[in-house]
Each structure stands twice: as C-alpha cells, then as structure tokens.
C-alpha cells in the first residue's frame, strides 16, 4: 500500500478533529497535511467568556504547530483559495492552491496534491452583508479570540461610565436577518447580564436582545420541545422566562439593515421598521462559506458546480428547492462527499445544508428574516471524525467507510452559559435529537422526546467549564486525547 496524501483545509472545530483521528486511524499509512490562515487554534465556545473579560485569549487559543509536530501531522500556515480536483494535464494528481499568512512567505502562492480532501474552512464572517455592522463599523463582535478581547474592552468602558452614574443601551444579537449561530448571541446576552450585575451597574442599563428569530428559543432549529422534569415545555418558554427574569427586552424577527455610530436600523417581520440608539452593540454577522475558485483539467472554471451561491461547499444532500412542507431529514448529508469528486469531503460549517431548519419567513416586502441553519461543534466534530473514519477505511480496504453523520439523525448538546463562577455561575443545557426535525418518526414534537430535554441551573455551568478544559485538552493532542467524546 502506497502512502497517502491527505489534505485538511481548516484547523478548527471540525477540520482539526478530522486531522488528528486521520493521523490516528491511518498512521504512517497517510501523510496529514493541515493548511490554516491563523497560527492558534481558537476553542470559539469559549469566545463568550472573553467577550465579557472572564477569560483572556491566551485561554481559548492553543499553538498549532506543537501539537501537529507532536502528532506527526505536517502544518503550513496559509489560505487555501484554488482547487483543481482533476490535477493537470501534465499531473493528474489533484492539488489546492494556498496563499501563504505565515511570517517570512507571506503572500507566497503554494500548491499541494492530495489524495483525499477535508474541506473544513468554517465561516467567511460577512460583516460586509449589514452596512456599518462589525468590528469595521460600529459594533463588536466575539466570533474570534481577538474580536472578543475588543468586545470585553469596548463593554469594560461602558461600565465604567454606568459607574459614573450614566444609564446606557447595551443591544447584542444579531446583525442580519438571515444570521445563524443564535445560541451564542443569547449566551453572550445572559453573560453581558451578569457581567453587569457582578458590576452593580444592571440597573443603569437597558439591554436589548435583537435577535432575526420570530420567538425567542427557536435557535436556528425551529424550536425545541424540551421534557422539562417530566414535561413537554417548548424552549420558547424557557426562554421566554429567562429574558423576563433577568429584564432583557427582546426584539424578535429583526434585520438589521445598516448600523451607524451608536445607532441600529433594522426591518422587522411585520415590515415595521425601527432603529435603536446604542452605547454597545454585540451583533453576529450572517455566514458564508470559504469559496475556493475551482477549474478541472481543461481549465474550466466548475467553482458554481462545486459551491453553492452562499460560498458552500456541495456536498451528498438533495438540494433540490422544495416547500417548507417537503423539507425531510433525508435531505441532509451522510457522508459529506462531494457528488462530483469521491474524494473531496466538506464538513462543519464549509458544507452546503440543504435547507434551513427554522421555517423561512419573510417580510411583506419579502426581506428573508430567518435563522440559518446552525452547525455546531459538537456536530461538527463528529462529522470530522466520521470522514476521518471513512477515508481511513477506503485507504486500508479500497472502499470507503460507510459511517454516517447526518444532522437528520443525529443529536446535539448545548449549553449556554448564564455567567461564570463555581456558586454563581448557571447555563441552559439543552440536547436534541435529531438536530433536523423528524415529523414522520415523531409527528408530535419532531424529535425524540427521552432524548430532547432542557434545565437551567448551576450543573450546567460546571459541565460548560469542564468542557472548556477537556477540549483543550483534546484540541492539544494530549495522552489519550481520543478517549474524549466529540
Ligand atoms: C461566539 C460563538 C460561540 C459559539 N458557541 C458554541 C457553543 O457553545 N457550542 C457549540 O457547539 N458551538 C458553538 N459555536 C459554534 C462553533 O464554534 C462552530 O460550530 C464550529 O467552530 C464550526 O467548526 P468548523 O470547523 O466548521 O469552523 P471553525 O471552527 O470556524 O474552523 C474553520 C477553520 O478554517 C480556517 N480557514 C478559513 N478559511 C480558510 C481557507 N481559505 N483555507 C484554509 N483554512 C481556512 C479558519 O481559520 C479556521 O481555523 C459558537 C460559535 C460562535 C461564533
């Protein structure tokens, strides 16, 4: 058996999960090559506890090329922005195109041939898609380490002003109408909560939660009905309870259409349109995916073959247009395998989903305001190691592995974090399966309901600490990293 070259696009959540269980499946059976722009790996959940100055960065990120060194994983630090998955006439063997981020090469274009192909290249943060939204503009955002660090500061002088008696508008959610990842903006909010409260300043603030979600709780998944201590309660409940708790005012279907200094206009489902002064904004950006330009062997350019028009890689879903009616679980991936090159995969947020989870929704002047479809890590990671797995099974016996990951069957754990602080740190722990609702198997709530439940209490926080840590753990390549779960 001749080596193999294995080429993993993205060192986070998903793609350095896939380099590390590649390495550890394969040994020297496989060459791993990782290519990432960032020399540290970020642990994003994290993000959330830097973004309100509990954490520092150095907490949430980790060095790469130690742990790769360790591992026997070979790391270059660039961007991948070309693919020729049929190589060239002259060389047959496909390769991708990086661009060079690292000291000493920056800007220097490179090629590398691969075998097989991960494409885990996460979010294009698309700040560009709201004017005046991001780190670039007028408000902050916690989706890096650094963006986070920024955003504990810019929150830090607010504080300081409420200290001096000033009452101020704190809005964090999100900045688009068609945004995902609306977890972490609620996180983030009940973090900004309590970070306020920890001050004594809570009541010199109105805080405001805008969010493109029609109720609170639908999180990107259409709702979730949770058994709560032997009850079905829909997560809008909870969260409907938990924002009046702690007195945070929410603003529900929003599309933020443009931000100035200290002010927010947005459009709203019913089409009212609305704008709100601000001394603090936290909104997430919509996501697009990493576009890599792609040519086959007589140069043509087949990128829109191979991408979606939102920068996604294609991948082994039906995406066929279909009603909201005809949505089905099985038009979700299983193996994350390009249709049209066998051996190129794409997993976490870099694959294509085929539709949105939470029903789509428009405004009467039809501005799409509707959660897309979340892809967290807990999936994510599983889908790394899944094709890890099959890659490694084709390279042993010719046929690829037939382990599946498919958010239509399975579940997903999350838990938000209401604050930090062993006796007064709580979370919202939810877990579902399956992330795609399934009305045919469960006509009543969609998912399986021993397996779909909700708290909110301290044990919750204590699992999110004690998950930040092994996942470091983990991240680093640290003895017997594998025996921690996705
Ligand atoms: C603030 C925040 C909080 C979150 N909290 C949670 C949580 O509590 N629980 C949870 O389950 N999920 C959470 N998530 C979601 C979680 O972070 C994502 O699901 C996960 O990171 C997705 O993994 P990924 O590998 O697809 O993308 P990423 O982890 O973003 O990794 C993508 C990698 O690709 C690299 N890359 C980009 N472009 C290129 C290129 N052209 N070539 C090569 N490499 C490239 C990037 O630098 C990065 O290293 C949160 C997200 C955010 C933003």
Request: glycine share 10%; hydrophobic share 40%.
């Amino acid at each position: 058996m001749s080596v193999v070259d294995i080429v993993v696009l993205g060192a986070g959540v998903s793609g350095h999960t896939a380099a590390m269980y590649a390495k550890r499946y394969l040994g020297k059976d496989a060459n791993i090559t990782v290519i990432s722009p960032e020399e540290k790996y970020n642990w994003i959940p994290s993000n959330i506890w830097v973004g309100v100055g509990q954490m520092q960065a150095a907490d949430v990120l980790i060095p790469l090329a130690p742990v790769y060194q360790k591992n026997h994983v070979t790391f270059y630090q660039g961007r991948a922005i070309e693919l020729y998955p049929e190589g060239r006439l002259n060389n047959s063997k496909p390769f991708v195109v990086y661009e060079s981020t690292g000291t000493g090469s920056l800007g220097e274009k490179k090629e590398i041939h691969y075998d097989f192909l991960i494409n885990a290249t996460g979010p294009k943060l698309n700040f560009a898609a709201t004017p005046g939204l991001g780190p670039d503009g007028f408000s902050v955002s916690v989706c890096t380490a650094s963006h986070a660090t920024e955003a504990a500061h810019q929150l830090e002088l607010v504080i300081q002003e409420m200290k001096q008696g000033k009452n101020k508008t704190l809005v964090v959610g999100t900045g688009h109408g068609t945004c995902t990842c609306e977890g972490a903006a609620f996180e983030y909010v009940f973090n900004v909560d309590t970070e306020l409260r920890r001050q004594g300043v809570r009541d010199k603030a109105e805080l405001i939660y805008m969010t493109n979600e029609a109720e609170l709780g639908d999180f990107g998944v259409d709702g979730i009905q949770l058994d709560v201590g032997g009850f079905i309660t829909p997560s809008k409940i909870m969260a409907d309870s938990l924002f009046f708790e702690k007195n945070i005012k929410p603003i529900l279907g929003a599309h933020p259409e443009r931000l100035e200094k200290n002010k927010v206009f947005y459009t709203d489902l019913s089409g009212k349109k609305g704008e709100v002064d601000f001394d603090f904004a936290m909104l997430l950006p919509p996501f697009k995916g990493h576009r890599l330009k792609s040519f086959n062997l007589q140069s043509e350019d087949i990128t829109d073959k191979l991408f979606s028009p939102a920068d996604f890689m294609r991948v082994d879903a039906d995406y066929t247009a279909k009603e909201y009616a005809d949505w089905k679980p099985e038009d979700w991936p299983r193996h994350y395998q390009s249709p049209y090159y066998k051996n190129v995969f794409a997993v976490g947020i870099a694959f294509a989903p085929p539709h949105q989870i939470s029903r789509p929704r428009k405004n009467p002047e039809g501005v799409l305001i509707t959660p897309a479809p979340p892809r967290t890590g807990m999936p994510s990671a599983i889908m790394g190691r899944v094709v890890a797995e099959n890659i490694a099974q084709q390279v042993k016996t010719g046929t690829l592995g037939i382990k599946t990951a498919s958010m239509g069957d399975m579940g997903a754990a999350c838990i938000a974090s209401i604050g930090t602080g062993f006796t007064r740190g709580a979370a919202v722990s939810i877990t579902m399966c399956p992330i795609v609702p399934d009305y045919q198997k469960y006509p009543d709530t969609g998912r399986d309901t021993k397996l779909t439940f909700g708290e909110v209490g301290r044990s919750g926080h204590w699992i999110k600490k004690m998950l930040h840590y092994l996942f470091i753990y983990k991240a680093k390549g640290s003895p017997f990293w594998w025996v921690i779960p996705e």
